[in-house]
């Protein structure tokens, strides 16, 4: 049966009228613009922003298509990838009927989503060595199960499943399989952007937000086939991403040196950090990283996180997290900040 994503949108989504603009006639750059109640005067700001920005961003998404070698009909952009995450489950969830999957350890905001619109997120809890369990994940499945959502590397727990794993899934499973790849920068493989022709229910979400060093501007990528990115554009807010966000991130496209010197001084760091956080005698056990990040299992995970705390130096505690006991996530930072690090976790020790 050949996969349409169309099959699973919900039923009231297939009526919809898409929100249009006079500029869907209109397309080109030089005229008279009354239609969309602008200041015609300028900005306030010392440059102009008083015109409405790109809904459908098409020189950006032509420039990222090069860099990540896929067509820009592939791609949907998203203010973060929170954003496409949400999108997805507007789609393609009925509330209170549908289902999805997650693995717990993972991002937390797959199941907040799910929360806020009223899905249910039936969990599947990663192996002890969190990879995926891919016969757990198959029988899971029900007739009303729209997405599996599949995070790797993972967050909190640093590692990249399995990518056979993640193959079976996406062969057994008729719905959507979403790949987070938020830290596919740190990872050492390539991306799963490269299987898209391959699994039309594939799903791959990446961000600026990490490796780019873009948190801030808030810009999520969603690759996909043609279809579900036509479904995505017709439900997204029209203006979904700044013209700031536009303009600047296309300007960083032409840098892409300065990515790759970023993500090789973090590698460094990354392996740095690993043996002086070893060396540790509050330290239980430092978890293996294709991340930015490592999991690190301490003596009294709680008891660390409240006093480096009072040093100013910020972790994230996931002791409370199932299957991260004892736990807490530590980012990699610039050498200066993981020395203050180590000092600190010294005077624990
Ligand atoms: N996915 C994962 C796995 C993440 O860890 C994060 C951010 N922590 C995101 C997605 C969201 O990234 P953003 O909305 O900044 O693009």
């Known amino acids: 049966m050949m996969f349409n994503p169309t099959d699973l949108l919900r039923p009231h989504l297939k009526q919809l009228v898409p929100y249009s603009s006079a500029r869907d006639d209109y397309k080109g750059k030089d005229g008279v613009f009354l239609d ?16 409405y920005p790109d809904p459908y961003q098409l020189e950006l998404k032509a420039k990222l298509a090069e860099i990540k070698g896929v067509n820009a009909e592939q791609i949907f952009l998203g203010n973060g990838s929170d954003e ?11 509330p209170q009927t549908d289902e999805v999957i997650i693995n717990p350890p993972t991002y937390g905001m797959y199941k907040v989503s799910a929360d806020i619109n009223n899905v249910k997120a039936k969990e599947v809890l990663l192996t002890n060595q969190y990879d995926l369990d891919s016969q ?20 909190p727990t640093g590692n990249d499943v399995s990518l056979e794993k993640i193959e079976i899934i996406l062969k ?21 952007t490269t299987r898209l022709n391959e699994f039309p229910n594939l799903i791959v979400l990446q961000t600026m ?12 990528m969603a690759f996909c086939s043609p279809e579900i990115v036509a479904i995505l554009n017709r439900i997204k807010p029209p203006y979904n991403l700044s013209g700031l966000t536009q303009r600047t991130v296309l300007n960083a496209l032409n840098n892409l040196e300065k990515k790759d010197q970023m993500v090789a001084e973090i590698l460094e760091n990354r392996e740095g ?11 239980k056990r430092v978890y293996p990283t294709d991340s930015n990040f490592y999991l690190v299992k301490m003596k009294d995970a709680k008891e660390v996180y409240l006093k480096l705390i009072e040093k100013q130096v910020i972790l994230r505690d996931r002791s409370k997290v199932v299957l991260c006991e004892d ?15 180590i000092e600190e976790l010294k005077k624990l020790s």
Do not use: H
């Open 36 to 51: 969309a109640n602008e200041n015609p005067i300028g900005s306030i700001t010392e440059e102009n922003w008083n015109r």
């Open 84 to 94: 496409p995450i949400d999108l997805l489950y507007r789609a393609f969830c009925e």
């Open 136 to 155: 757990a994940l198959l029988s899971a499945i029900q007739p009303n199960t729209k997405i599996i959502w599949i995070c790797s590397p993972n967050n």
């Open 172 to 192: 057994g499973f008729q719905g959507l399989v979403v790949v987070d790849e938020a830290y596919i920068d740190f990872a050492d493989r390539p991306s799963f």
């Open 209 to 220: 937000s990490k490796a780019w060093g873009l948190a801030s501007l808030r810009l999520g």
């Open 273 to 283: 950090l690993q043996n002086e956080l070893e060396a540790l005698e509050i330290v």
């Open 327 to 341: 736990g807490i996530r530590i980012t990699i930072g610039t050498k200066k900040e993981n020395k203050k690090l």
